[in-house]
């Protein structure tokens, strides 16, 4: 990794409520994202893979700790111009397509959400075509633009989703848990589009998730979170080949395997 | 949005009725040749239908109350007040109620706990208290009733949209609009005010009642609108001294005023389905 990286985070810390109650849900995490690359996180539940990631996007305002992206601190406090021009650079993709839609607008609309924002368009039909060629670019047919979320299925929601996070072109997309809402049906189909999208726009990718066996097929590199901490990271292959850390092997070894007697920790399902 | 209320049969019905209401309370009293306040001591307590003394070839249509005035003018000047009672509290709901839960709502913290504080001690003065004092400054009638539901008319609708707005600010469409770089305006503008809409509107309609209500109480105290004018709550309230007697004094106005709370209840029913888009899909209603 001679590149210099897109996002470095180093010693994040995020805390939950205040005093004696306070709860550490991320203490010193520290990776980098090159451009192009998938980092994943992964982890158990409650492990703070998500905080990880809403901090980031400063959903959730850091403690402490760095964050800098495309050489820029973004972990201080940001002016109005500067958290506008960031969301130009950094998306991100909800777990849940159901509660991530605004079920009043119609699909054409949330996907256009980003162009109102930062008026990326002189006209109506500009609008409308940007919106449909993106529409297109996930699988989603044209006359979908005038139907409400309501009216669609999970995966379909999820595309609406994609689309209205890479009409800003990022250069780094935040997946947290894309497909663990969605039927196992249709998770491959969401997963090889977002790839795909990965490999013709060159994004950056941070994947949150806790389906092993999917990260190692989508990921070049692994991050393995432990109660707010990140205990290991590295290559795909070294970290289900020759994971160093107990809790890693605990984490591949509770994966089930599809006939016992064969001991190699392939890892092909869900933690 | 019209399309899908107009499949609403009972909102069509009620809108159909308010119409109906209003364009009668505008031409109703041109229609007979007297004033509300016309006294004829000659014609006192005539039934619906009798001949007129003064004007040959003319009908009091709904008779005669206790001084002779025409009932049927009186109704209808009384369905005017009525209205603009209604109006007036639909109007003070969707600009206050909605501005003040909305700033309390979304803000909240510090801005929300001295709002709801404030909010509290209005809500804790009775409105008969803050008209009598009012009286100390103003003539009764309408001013005063419209001070009053200006003070106070709010305080039910401002309390709904503040629930709606804590609700809705948590949710992951809001989140993305952030991550998006959406302002505060249009969060609240694009994802919140929609989806809370149905509510905000059915509290408005449902306050409708009420406020007519708080007019004819005010009315029966002396409070609200004065003789000789009439609302429907004054003449419903003078028509029930002597309802064995003379029945159509009270059964005529209470039936103007039925038919107006019910319209309105039925139009705002309709008008929250209409405005729910995630109810169903347009195809299969």
């Known amino acids: 990794m001679t590149e210099t990286p897109l996002l470095t985070v180093s010693n994040l810390k995020q805390y939950y409520g205040t005093g004696k109650k306070r709860v550490r849900a991320v203490e010193d995490v520290s990776f980098t994202i090159c451009p192009e690359e998938t980092f994943a996180l992964v982890g158990e539940s409650g492990s703070g893979k998500t905080t990880v990631g809403r901090t980031i996007i400063r ?125 196992v049906s249709v998770r491959a189909q969401i997963i090889n589009l977002l790839k795909e999208l990965q490999r013709k726009r060159h994004i950056a990718m941070l994947f949150i998730a806790h389906d092993l066996a999917l990260v190692r097929q989508i990921s070049d590199r692994v991050g393995v979170m432990h109660e707010g901490k990140l205990i290991e990271t590295g290559t795909a292959e070294k970290i289900f080949g020759h994971p160093s850390q107990p809790y890693t092997k605990k984490l591949l070894d509770s994966v089930p395997v599809l006939y016992p007697e064969d001991t190699g920790s392939s890892g092909t399902g869900e933690v | 949005m019209w399309s ?38 000659s014609s006192q307590y005539l039934p619906p239908g009798a001949p007129s003394e003064e004007y040959p070839g003319h009908l009091h249509f709904w008779g005669t109350d206790e001084l002779g005035r025409d009932l049927w003018t009186r109704v209808w000047m009384g369905t005017r007040i009525s209205l603009y009672v209604a109006l007036l509290s639909v109007l003070i709901d969707l600009t206050i109620g909605i501005l003040y839960g909305v700033t ?32 100390l400054v103003l003539k009764p009638g309408l001013v005063s009733i419209t001070v009053a539901l200006v003070f106070a008319g709010w305080i039910n ?116 389905d209409a405005l729910d888009v995630t109810l169903g899909t347009s195809e299969d209603r």
């Open chain 1, 59 to 183: 959903i959730l305002p850091p403690k402490g700790g760095k964050i800098l992206f495309g050489g820029k601190d973004i972990s201080g406090k940001l002016s109005g111009e500067e958290r506008k021009e960031l969301s130009r650079k950094l998306q991100m993709i909800f777990q849940d397509p159901m509660s991530s839609l605004n079920p009043s607008e119609k699909a054409g609309d949330i996907i256009a959400r980003g162009l109102d924002i930062h008026r990326l368009y002189s006209s109506r039909t500009e609008r409308r075509e940007k919106v449909l060629s993106i529409m297109k670019e996930v699988g989603l047919p044209e006359e979908a633009f005038d139907r409400y979320p309501s009216q669609f299925s999970g995966g379909q929601r999820q595309r609406i989703a994609i689309a209205r996070a890479l009409i800003m072109n990022p250069e780094l997309l935040i997946a947290d848990e894309p497909v663990s809402a969605l039927d």
């Open chain 2, 104 to 135: 309390a709502g979304y803000y909240g913290g510090a801005v929300d706990l001295i709002l709801q504080r404030i909010l509290e001690v209005i809500q804790g003065i009775p409105t008969i208290v803050i008209v009598t004092l009012l009286m």
């Open chain 2, 157 to 272: 609708l401002s309390l709904l949209v503040r629930a709606q707005v804590l609700k809705l600010k948590e949710t992951e469409y809001v989140l993305a609009s952030k991550t998006l770089g959406a302002s505060d305006l249009s969060i609240i503008i694009r994802d919140i005010l929609p989806n809370a809409a149905g509510q905000i509107v059915i509290m408005a309609m449902m306050s409708v009642p009420g406020a007519i209500f708080l007019e004819a109480y005010l009315s029966f105290l002396g409070l609200g609108i004065p003789d000789p004018m009439a609302s429907l709550g004054s003449l419903i309230n003078s028509g029930f001294k002597s309802m064995l007697l003379y029945p159509w004094l009270v059964l005529i106005p209470v039936i103007i005023f039925v038919l107006l709370v019910v319209s309105f209840n039925l139009a705002a029913d309709g008008l929250r």
């Open chain 2, 4 to 41: 899908r209320f107009k499949r609403s049969r009972g909102a069509m019905a009620g809108l159909f009725c308010i119409a109906l209401l209003s364009l009668f309370a505008l031409i109703g009293p041109a229609l007979s040749p007297y004033t509300y306040d016309e006294v004829s001591l």
